[in-house]
């Protein structure tokens, strides 16, 4: 590449976001309202308010539950949507529930796991996590599992590969493609309900504290917590980004090949 | 007939059919289906009658229906019912119409997908509850702090599948209608529009349930009228029943906006391939 398809590529990957914040920037200076403090403000305020103590007694508990949870989910949710896939005995019993089960909201399992289990400890709220990042997960594992494409599946069973290596060499990585889509899903989810479930009860936690700083009024600080939450999200897609290139590697280039790119 | 009968026996063109005899094979899904809700509400109703779950935590099936029924005769619950969807609908519908108009712009001009694609993978995942804060100080209880997560959390999902179907019209289909000098609005109605539509469908089912989420959740959490926030009082004050019967009406909600969702999907696309081929 030469340098100036980079300075091309720079300009497009950099250019409106400089523009926007710059937008902010002079829009917001010298601002005296006190719901939109200067852009300089809350600049100034971030490293004051997130310092590492903070973020140690804040996010890391709340992105720690966030993990758990969402593992749990994923587990549960590959493990539950293989079998509900390959029986369709089971997928039928299944279906209507899990179509209720798939339309409640995830938010309201707060009050209802708040009677179960408080909403004090971390369990509470872990539950929450796992059980509104699990249906997406598992929906599409059960899609995923069903759209296998027969010839796969029966020259497996003809070449008489056991049960468990099936599962392992063709089931699930055939169903991969949508198990990650389902993944991606439940953790937008996660980071919802990561959210919610610290606004209930007395708490710490990221969460939490943001609504801390809006009913003490402390705006500017409010304004750091909303960004860092914002760049959680950004990150955590990031990252989700990566390790789906990774392990979709092949299904991605079969993609492009097909598509004859 | 036995798997040596099958491999010896002719290959017949629909061998499921002389397998398994059709007509048991229609019916039985549906009453699997039954029997699995049957299993569910009868094992919920038992775990809470014989105690091993604490009665306190979950009521009897039986009860919370009950209770829904005396909901159902209740000004108040209708009320808030309404006040419900309404906000659904409208967040919903301001999403579609900025999402669809924001994609086709953007989507036409492959300088501006290029200049914007940075921005828009930054802000999409930005979690949308991430403005609570922001949306309370602002309006407190008020339907717009529910109207603004709904449609900044839907926005997204519209905005991204209609770039995705503009992106996937066929560069030949294109070409042709330039050569038949046909003009851009000509181009975006009878070529970019129905390569997008499906997608636009999708992007409306998706953004259906999304919308619906961030609407109970700006109900429980900020306290704006609705039935989540029924849901936030009926817990808070010890009302069990009232909790779980409210939360089964927000369910079925739910499925009622994914079956909705999906009709219009038929209704629309009945033309496309991917729903001609359920049919036939």
């Known amino acids: 590449m030469t340098a100036t398809t980079y300075a091309k590529k720079a300009f497009l990957a950099l250019g409106l976001p400089l523009i926007l914040l710059a937008a902010w920037w002079i829009a917001s200076a010298g601002s005296t309202n006190p719901f939109w403090p200067s852009l300089q403000t809350i600049l100034q305020t971030f490293p004051e308010t997130w310092t590492p103590e903070r973020l140690a007694a804040d996010l890391v508990p709340s992105l720690a539950r966030l993990g758990i949870g969402f593992s749990l989910a994923v587990v549960g949710g590959i493990v539950g949507g293989t079998a509900i896939g390959l029986s369709p005995t089971l997928r039928a019993l299944s279906e209507p529930v899990l179509e209720f089960f798939r339309a409640v909201p995830p938010p309201v399992l707060v009050p209802i796991i708040a009677l179960f289990a408080g909403y004090t400890g971390w369990l ?3 539950v929450t996590i796992a059980l509104g990042c699990l249906w997406p997960i598992l929906l599409n594992t059960v899609e995923g599992v069903r759209g296998l494409e027969p010839t796969l599946t029966d020259t497996a069973k003809s070449y008489r590969l056991s049960w468990w290596r099936r599962l392992l060499f063709v089931v699930l990585p055939g169903a991969s493609p949508r198990i990650f889509t389902g993944a991606r ?23 939490a504290s943001i609504v801390q700083f809006q009913r003490s009024f402390a705006i500017p600080q409010m304004w750091t917590g909303i960004i860092l939450l914002g760049l959680i999200g950004v990150l955590l897609a990031a990252i989700f980004k990566v390790v789906e290139t990774r392990m979709l590697a092949w299904y991605m280039g079969q993609r492009q090949i097909e598509r004859g790119e | ?16 059919a002389t397998r398994k005899p059709r007509r048991s094979r229609k019916g039985r899904p549906a009453l699997l289906g039954i029997a699995g809700v049957a299993i569910v509400l009868v094992g919920a109703e038992l775990l809470s009658r014989t105690g091993i779950v604490n009665p306190d935590f979950l009521p009897p099936v039986t009860e919370m229906y009950a209770t829904l029924f005396r909901l159902l005769g209740e000004g108040e619950f209708w009320h808030s019912l309404v006040l419900t969807v309404r906000g659904w609908a409208i967040g919903l519908a301001a999403a579609m119409a900025l999402g669809i108009a924001a994609g086709f712009v953007i989507g036409s001009f492959p300088f501006l997908r290029a200049f914007t694609s940075s921005t828009i993978e930054f802000l999409r995942p930005i979690p949308s509850v ?3 804060p922001l949306v309370v100080l602002l309006w407190g209880t008020q339907p717009q702090s529910a109207f603004v997560l709904v449609v900044y959390a839907a926005f997204w999902q519209v905005l991204v599948q209609v770039l ?32 997008a539509l499906p997608y636009i469908m ?7 349930a999304v919308a619906l989420i961030l609407e109970i959740t700006a109900e429980l959490v900020i306290g704006v009228p609705g039935l989540g926030r029924d849901i936030g009082i009926a817990q808070s004050s010890g009302n069990v029943p009232e909790t ?15 079956l909705f969702a999906r009709f219009a999907e038929k209704k629309m696309l009945w033309w496309h391939p991917s729903i001609r081929s359920e049919h036939s």
């Open chain 1, 124 to 126: 509470g709220k872990i």
């Open chain 1, 185 to 207: 899903q439940a953790l937008s989810i996660g980071v919802i309900l990561m959210v919610i479930s610290e606004l209930f009860g007395a708490n710490r936690g990221l969460g």
């Open chain 2, 1 to 16: 007939m036995s798997p040596t009968q099958a491999t010896l026996a002719p290959p017949t063109p629909s061998g499921a």
């Open chain 2, 130 to 132: 991430a403005l609570i």
């Open chain 2, 164 to 195: 995705y179907g503009v992106a996937d019209v066929d560069p030949v289909a294109r070409d042709t209608a330039r050569s038949y000098q046909f003009g851009p609005l000509r181009i975006a109605r009878s070529v970019i529009y129905p390569t």
């Open chain 2, 202 to 208: 999708t992007a409306f089912r998706l953004a259906a």
């Open chain 2, 244 to 258: 779980y019967a409210l939360v089964i009406v927000v369910g079925l909600i739910g499925v009622a906006v994914n």
